[in-house]
C-alpha cells in the first residue's frame, strides 16, 4: 500500500496560481489528481503514468494545469494556473498499478487525505 500526502493547497484569488504536491511512499506506476466540490461527485483532474511521463487530462481544465513528477522525489505535481471560483475543491491525489494514466477512479486504489483549494472571486 502507497501512503499518499498532498500539499499545496490554500486560498488564492480568481486569476492566481497555486502548485499541490503529493509525496508518495513508494515508487508507483500511474498517479492522478481528483477533486470534489462541495455538493458534488469526486471528478478526475489530471493523470500521468510515472515511468514514459504520458499525461492526461479532464477537457473542462481548457489547458490551465499541468501535472507532472519527479521520479527520484517520488513527487506528484500539479501546477494549476489562471484559477477560477469553480476549481474550488478538495483536491485528492491517487496511485496505481497501471502502466498508463487513467480517469478512471476505480482504477486507482491508494488515495491521499486531500488539500482545500479556494477560489475567490
Known amino acids: 500500500q502507497v501512503q499518499l500526502t498532498e500539499s499545496g493547497g490554500g486560498l488564492v484569488q480568481a486569476g492566481g496560481s497555486l502548485r499541490l504536491s503529493c509525496a508518495a511512499s513508494?515508487?508507483?506506476?500511474?498517479m492522478g489528481w481528483f477533486r470534489q466540490a462541495p455538493g458534488k461527485e469526486r471528478e478526475f483532474v489530471a493523470a500521468?503514468?510515472?515511468?514514459?511521463?504520458?499525461?492526461i487530462y479532464a477537457d473542462v481544465l481548457e489547458g490551465r494545469f499541468t501535472i507532472s513528477r519527479d521520479k527520484g522525489k517520488n513527487t506528484l505535481y500539479l501546477q494549476m494556473n489562471s484559477l477560477k471560483p469553480d476549481d474550488t475543491a478538495v483536491y485528492y491525489c491517487?496511485?496505481?498499478?497501471?502502466?498508463?494514466?487513467?480517469?478512471?477512479?476505480?482504477?486507482?486504489?491508494?488515495w491521499g487525505q486531500g488539500t482545500q483549494v479556494t477560489v475567490s472571486s
Open positions: 491517487a496511485a496505481n498499478g497501471l502502466s498508463y494514466p487513467s480517469r478512471n477512479s476505480y482504477h486507482y486504489n491508494d
Open positions: 500521468i503514468s510515472w515511468s514514459a511521463g504520458s499525461a
Open positions: 513508494l515508487r508507483t506506476f500511474s
